[in-house]
């Protein structure tokens, strides 16, 4: 079974800082993705940024990027120039894909709080 | 277009009362996940339908909880008898059939059992 571990339960950075959430899976699968979702308070979760576990280069979605170590099983977030709309619950979750289907597993989530 | 909705947005019920709750996923979607946060722990997958067809329901905790997609559209959870562990978040999300396909969450259903 896929296991995720997030082991920064909270976090606060000041605005324009950038900050780096950690996420490690453990997995005998060969073929995976990797997501992460934000949270906003009492808002939808939306994805973040996503990595399919083949590819060697580190997705990066504008101020959003992974460090993507797959012999570490290592999947960290690193968010630059934060901003206050960056203040959010962020999960770290695996899927394995099957017929085009992803039962996601999650971490327990990583509270972060961007300071004016 | 709509994304995901679910009803309804907060539920209060004394322990052995029943409830459902409701999700609509978007338009087209066949992928339909149920997942739960239970008391900010992980959120933890709780079954998956395709279409009508329930393809994956390894997670559900027990046979007090039923889910159904009649028609392939919207889906309800129901919990009966509910206990006092069943508190959490409910979330619902949905994708498209074939290919990679992005999950789109719902807001989630806050259920609190007394």
């Known amino acids: 079974a896929q296991t995720v571990t997030q082991s920064q339960p909270e976090m606060s950075v000041q605005e324009a800082e950038t900050v780096t959430l950690s996420c490690t899976y453990d997995?005998?699968?060969?073929?995976?993705?990797l997501f992460w979702y934000k949270q906003p308070p009492s808002r939808q979760m939306i994805l973040v940024i996503r990595q399919e576990a083949y590819k060697q280069q580190n997705a990066t979605e504008n101020r959003f990027s992974v460090n993507f170590q797959k012999a570490a099983k290592s999947f960290s977030l690193k968010i630059s120039d934060s901003q206050l709309g960056d203040t959010a619950m962020y999960f770290c979750?695996?899927?394995?894909?099957?017929?085009?289907?992803?039962?996601?597993?999650f971490g327990q989530g990583t509270r972060l709080t961007i300071n004016p | 277009e709509a994304g995901v909705t679910q009803f309804p947005s907060h539920s209060v019920i004394e322990k052995g009362q029943t409830v459902t709750l409701r999700c609509d996923p978007i338009?087209?979607?066949?992928?339909l996940y149920w997942y739960r946060r239970v008391m900010g722990k992980e959120i933890k997958f709780l079954l998956h339908?395709?279409?009508?067809?329930?393809?994956?329901e390894s997670g559900m905790p027990n046979n007090r909880f039923l889910a159904e997609r009649t028609g392939g559209t919207y889906s309800t959870l129901k919990v009966q008898p509910a206990e006092l562990e069943d508190s959490g978040v409910y979330f619902c999300?949905?994708?498209?059939?074939?290919?990679?396909?992005?999950?789109?969450f719902g807001p989630g259903t806050r259920l609190t059992v007394l």
């Open positions: 999300a949905s994708s498209l059939l074939w290919g990679y396909n992005e999950q789109f």
């Open positions: 339908f395709v279409k009508e067809s329930k393809q994956d």
């Open positions: 997995t005998s699968e060969s073929n995976y993705y």
């Open positions: 979750a695996f899927g394995a894909s099957f017929q085009g289907a992803q039962k996601l597993v």
């Open positions: 338009s087209g979607h066949d992928n």
